[in-house]
T-cell receptor
Framework: GEDVEQSLFLSVREGDSSVINCTYTDSSSTYLYWYKQEPGAGLQLLTYIFSNMDMKQDQRLTVLLNKKDKHLSLRIADTQTGDSAIYFCAETPGSSNTGKLIFGQGTTLQVKP | DTEVTQTPKHLVMGMTNKKSLKCEQHMGHRAMYWYKQKAKKPPELMFVYSYEKLSINESVPSRFSPECPNSSLLNLHLHALQPEDSALYLC????????????FGEGSRLTVL
């Protein structure tokens, strides 16, 4: 089946790096995404990676994909208090041609000053 | 313009009311989505429209009725809702219905009394 799992909570100090991890079960996933949701707001697409890539970097964000272990991570360098939010990992299942996303439960990132 | 605009931002309705949520995008996207999100949970897919045709209905109760008048607009008609339908309703769009980046609106927060 299709399942995406994340740890529920991560706390870091301002200026440190944050690493949020995600595992998924569908080995034929085509796209994998990271979304950010601040309180009371919608989902903001942070970055995504094609399943044939193993790394993508975008300013303070680095996405690593280990396809063999079905493990995705999001590293935020120099974490700021404005990065406090819920981060959702999501995948487009390989069986889907409809854009349907399977979301993880979300990781709440708390950044302490 | 990379925005998905949803109105209203907040809606309170009684169980006998009829109301509608609206969503608009001008990015030329041909797929549009409704998601439902309960507090501290990931979004759950409700409906997908691809090229103005309903392509996915995730067994949503008939008290929710989607409508796609044209490729830029998506409505969700609400009738005889229950208090447990109170949630954040998120609209999203993507270039095509075959995957890729989904862009989300800020959501409409619905409270059913």
């Amino acid at each position: 089946g299709e399942d995406v799992e994340q740890s529920l909570f991560l706390s870091v100090r301002e200026g440190d790096s944050s690493v949020i991890n995600c595992t998924y079960t569908d080995s034929s996933s085509t796209y994998l995404y990271w979304y950010k949701q601040e309180p009371g707001a919608g989902l903001q697409l942070l970055t995504y990676i094609f399943s044939n890539m193993d790394m993508k970097q975008d300013q303070r964000l680095t996405v690593l994909l280990n396809k063999k272990d079905k493990h995705l991570s999001l590293r935020i360098a120099d974490t700021q208090t404005g990065d406090s939010a819920i981060y959702f990992c999501a995948e487009t299942p390989g069986s889907s041609n409809t854009g349907k996303l399977i979301f993880g439960q979300g990781t709440t990132l708390q950044v302490k000053p | 313009d990379t925005e998905v605009t949803q109105t209203p931002k907040h809606l309170v309705m009684g169980m006998t009311n009829k109301k509608s949520l609206k969503c608009e995008q001008h990015m030329g996207h041909r797929a549009m989505y409704w998601y439902k999100q309960k507090a501290k949970k990931p979004p759950e897919l409700m409906f997908v429209y691809s090229y103005e045709k309903l392509s996915i209905n995730e067994s949503v109760p008939s008290r929710f009725s989607p409508e796609c008048p044209n490729s830029s607009l998506l409505n969700l008609h609400l009738h005889a809702l229950q208090p447990e339908d109170s949630a954040l309703y998120l609209c999203a769009s993507s270039l095509s219905g075959a995957g890729g980046e989904l862009f989300f609106g800020e959501g409409s927060r619905l409270t059913v009394l």
